[in-house]
Every structure is written in C-alpha cells, then in structure tokens.
Antibody
Framework: QVQLVQSGGEVKKPGASVRVSCETSGYTFTTYGISWVRQAPGQGLEWMGWISTYNGNTDYAQNVQGRVTMTADSSTNTAYMELGSLTSDDTAVYYC????????????WGQGTLVTVSS | DIQMTQSPSSLSASVGARVTITCRASQGIDNYLAWFQQKPGKAPKSLIYAASSLQSGVPSRFSGSGYGIDFTLTISSLQPEDFATYYCQQYKSYPHSFGHGTKLEIK
C-alpha cells in the first residue's frame, strides 16, 4: 500500500526549530520527489519547496528560504523538513507530498502534521 | 513567480447541479495544472493533473480543461460528498503556486 505517514503534532516556542518526518512505503523511494506544503489555520495551501530523493537537489520558496532545510534518507525511505526561527506565522498544518520527478505534479499526500508556535 | 487566481472564492449549489470553477495563471503554464479537493480536517486529495487527466479512482463526473492561462474544473452532477474546497496548482515553474481555493457549499 502506497502511503506517506508523518510524525505527530508539535508545540514550539518562538525562535525554536521544528523537524517533521514523512515515512514512505509501498514504492521505490528514489523514483519520486517529496514536496512540502503548509496550511495556516483557515487559510489556503502554500508550497514550501521540494527535494529530489534521487540526488538530494532542493528548491525552496522565497518566503522560507534560509530557514528551511529538506532532507531525504533513502536507507529508511523517510523525508524530513526542518524549519527554524519559528514565529506565530509558522503555525500551520504541514503536509509532505509525493511528487513525480519528470513533471513535478503531486499525486499523493501525507496526513499532515500540526505545528503550533506559541510562547 | 506565477500567480494563480481562482474564481469564485465560494459557491452554493444543489445536489445534481453542474458547477464550474475557473483558475487563471498570470503567465502561460502549458497544461501543467492540477486540481485538488480538500474536506474539513483532512489532507487534500489529487483529482486532476495535466489540466484534464483524471487521477486514478476519481469519479468521471469530474473533468478539467484548459491550456496556457485559463483552466476550468467541472463537476457534472454534484453529489453530497463533493461539497469541499477545491484548489488549483501550477507546476510549470518553481514555486509551484496554488490558487486561493473555492469553497463549494450546499444550497
């Protein structure tokens, strides 16, 4: 069964960092990329960036560039997204998605991880 | 960056109705356009890719069309389970931007 299973919710203080994991199963990890999308409460979807699990190349959205690091571990078929210097504006549900390498389209979503930033 | 503009932002319709949602790109994106459905408290679900190709398992009452700048998502006969929020996304160039969403509600 093809699936993406994300780590549990997190509560962080402003200025801290958070790491969200995305464990994949049911397919060959290195034949698809992983992109990350977030959704603030009551808001729309925001694309954050992606990583090629094949060669580790990344591309990040401008508004998180410098604060975000996406990595992929092919030995455990798990992708990670780390976001630092958190503010209340980073409170959101974070989704990992499976992305086709040849086109960039998303075909599968994880269940989401709620990250709450609060003092 | 490419901006995606969806309209309307919300829509009320009855079961059995035909509805159309539009998405306009700020520059040409060929057919690199996807549609997603999201229900409250759930992750989005992929519906359509390459502007008009149906994701496996998606009912045939959903269809997409368009090329270049203007795109549409049509639901031919609304079912109770179709009431949700719909998003378009371009994946022609980074960042892969989303529209702001269209909330489809029961009339």
């Amino acid at each position: 069964q093809v699936q993406l299973v994300q780590s549990g919710g997190e509560v962080k203080k402003p200025g801290a960092s958070v790491r969200v994991s995305c464990e994949t199963s049911g397919y060959t990890f290195t034949t698809y990329g992983i992109s990350w999308v977030r959704q603030a409460p009551g808001q729309g979807l925001e694309w954050m960036g992606w990583i090629s699990t094949y060669n580790g190349n990344t591309d990040y959205a401008q508004n998180v560039q410098g604060r975000v690091t996406m990595t992929a571990d092919s030995s455990t078929n798990t992708a990670y997204m780390e976001l630092g210097s958190l503010t209340s504006d980073d409170t959101a549900v974070y989704y990992c998605t499976r992305m086709l390498l040849n086109s960039g389209r998303i075909d599968l979503w994880g269940q989401g991880t709620l990250v709450t930033v609060s003092s | 960056d490419i901006q995606m503009t969806q309209s309307p932002s919300s829509l009320s319709a009855s079961v059995g109705a035909r509805v159309t949602i539009t998405c306009r790109a700020s520059q040409g994106i060929d057919n690199y356009l996807a549609w997603f459905q999201q229900k409250p408290g759930k992750a989005p679900k992929s519906l359509i890719y390459a502007a008009s190709s149906l994701q496996s398992g998606v009912p045939s009452r959903f269809s997409g069309s368009g090329y270049g700048i203007d795109f549409t998502l049509t639901i031919s006969s609304l079912q109770p389970e179709d009431f949700a929020t719909y998003y378009c996304q371009q994946y022609k160039s980074y960042p892969h931007s989303f529209g702001h969403g269209t909330k489809l509600e029961i009339k």
